[in-house]
């Protein structure tokens, strides 16, 4: 059974920083896209940031580009998103969601599978 459990969730002030953590199980994680989503109240779900495991490369959206950072540690089958200057407009419920890489469509479509439960991210300003 696919699992993705996020934490580091938390309120900061705008400026400040936040790592999401998304524990991943039940998958090879090497075969898989991670990436993170997030959802504002009134908003739909938005691509924030996703890694190709097996390929190691990371692709961002561009409210997320040059702010945040997307990794993992694959002995842990963990990804992780360091926010950076976090603004108050990055306030929203932070999904980890995982596709197979053999999706290609899904993935380059930012289409994912597997979702988390997530986490609330809330920056005051």
């Known amino acids: 059974e696919v699992r993705l459990v996020e934490s580091g969730g938390g309120l900061v002030q705008a400026g400040g920083s936040l790592r999401l953590s998304c524990a991943a199980s039940g998958f090879s994680f090497e075969d898989f896209a991670i990436g993170w989503f997030r959802q504002a109240p009134g908003k739909r779900r938005e691509g924030v940031s996703y890694?190709?495991?097996?390929?190691?490369?990371?692709h961002y959206k561009a409210s997320a580009k040059g702010r945040f950072t997307i990794s993992s540690d694959n002995a842990k089958n963990t990804v992780y998103l360091q926010m950076n200057s976090l603004k108050p407009e990055d306030t929203a419920v932070y999904y980890c969601?995982?596709?197979?890489?053999?999706?290609?469509?899904?993935?380059?479509?930012?289409?994912?599978?597997?979702w988390g439960q997530g986490t609330q991210v809330t920056v005051s300003s």
């Open positions: 969601a995982a596709v197979s890489l053999r999706n290609g469509l899904g993935v380059q479509t930012w289409q994912f599978d597997y």
């Open positions: 890694i190709s495991i097996g390929h190691g490369t990371t």
